[in-house]
């Protein structure tokens, strides 16, 4: 993998999201865990570009996201659709997704852990959070959408620290 160029990040970034889907890891090489994700974006913020996602404090992930300062997105090639049910159905707290899913890992110099299968990875540092709430809702209909399939989400805000191609 080889650092990309951040300002080369546009909307086609948030319709992968949407569409492809990507991986959120977080920990420390020796114990992280990876899910799948695709609610969120990229924007700019205190004078930082910034990534934003929202994950439901019932997920194995979520306690390794409250216990790291970093983070990392892999957006993956095509033909790896399959990772995306098992780190989207399945807790690492019963499996060992690197095993199920047969991802090689890479770690960067902040401890991220990047997947050498991904097409895109973007390295976070977390800057803010924030537990979302029914009552915070303007438009209660999305909270009707979402109640019935767990907690309401945290969103967190990160500075995007690096971002990574495979060629």
């Known amino acids: 993998m080889t650092k990309g160029n ?18 959120v890891t977080s920990g420390a090489s020796d114990n992280y865990n990876m899910m799948t994700v695709n609610w969120g974006g990229i924007g700019f913020l205190w004078n930082k570009p910034v990534l934003f996602i929202f994950i439901r404090p019932e997920r194995y992930t979520f306690e390794f996201i409250e216990k790291y300062d970093y983070f990392s ?19 690492g707290r019963y499996i060992n997704k690197i095993k199920e899913t047969n991802l090689n890992p890479i770690i960067t110099k902040n401890g991220c852990m990047l997947f050498e299968e991904s097409i895109l990875s973007v390295e976070c540092k ?37 971002i990574w191609v495979n060629d």
Do not use: P, R
């Not at 990040?9 to 991986?23: E, G, I, T, Y």
């Not at 997105?73 to 807790?91: A, I, P, T, Y």
């Not at 959408?145 to 995007?160: L, V």
């Open 73 to 91: 997105l892999s957006f993956l090639k095509d033909d790896f659709s399959n990772v995306h049910e098992v780190c989207g159905m399945q807790s």
């Open 126 to 162: 977390k800057i803010y959070s924030h537990q979302m709430s029914q009552m915070n809702y303007e438009n209660h209909e999305f909270h009707s959408m979402i109640k019935d399939k767990g907690s309401d989400h945290k969103m967190y805000i990160a500075e995007i620290i690096d």
């Open 6 to 23: 951040l300002n080369n990040l546009d909307k086609s970034f948030v319709q992968n999201l949407s569409n492809n889907w990507a991986l």
